[in-house]
């Protein structure tokens, strides 16, 4: 079983800045694709991006094209997320989760492992 541990959520007025942390302390990380997905109330899942084992793909939604950046340290067991130009609609639940594969997938059923989310709220 592979743990995954998110940090670095909070409220933030619109406009502002927040960086999520996602770490793997017993490793299973350096070798895998790793995403980030969100949830907000009463809506589906739905992805936001993710990063291949070396981090030299990336995949992002539409929705944050532009305004999220994904990396991640291998030496660390760590990804991040980093988020500029909040928006109200921004607003979930963001999960880490862990690739079956090294790709940057994009689909649900590629995703193995997942964390226990972190929220992060943005007000108008």
């Known amino acids: 079983q592979v743990q995954l541990v998110e940090s670095g959520g909070g409220l933030v007025q619109a406009g502002g800045s927040l960086r999520l942390s996602c770490t793997a302390p017993g490793g299973g990380f350096s070798s895998y694709g790793m995403g980030w997905w969100r949830q907000a109330p009463g809506k589906e899942r739905e992805f936001v991006s993710s990063v291949s084992w070396h981090g030299g793909t990336t995949q992002y939604a539409d929705s944050v094209k532009g305004r999220f950046t994904i990396s991640r340290d291998n030496a660390k067991n760590t990804m991040y997320l980093q988020m500029n130009s909040l928006k109200p609609e921004d607003t979930a639940m963001y999960y880490c989760?862990?690739?079956?594969?090294?790709?940057?997938?994009?689909?649900?059923?590629?995703?193995?492992?997942w964390g226990q989310g972190t929220q992060v709220t943005v007000s108008s």
């Open positions: 989760t862990r690739s079956y594969t090294s790709a940057a997938s994009v689909h649900r059923s590629e995703f193995r492992y």
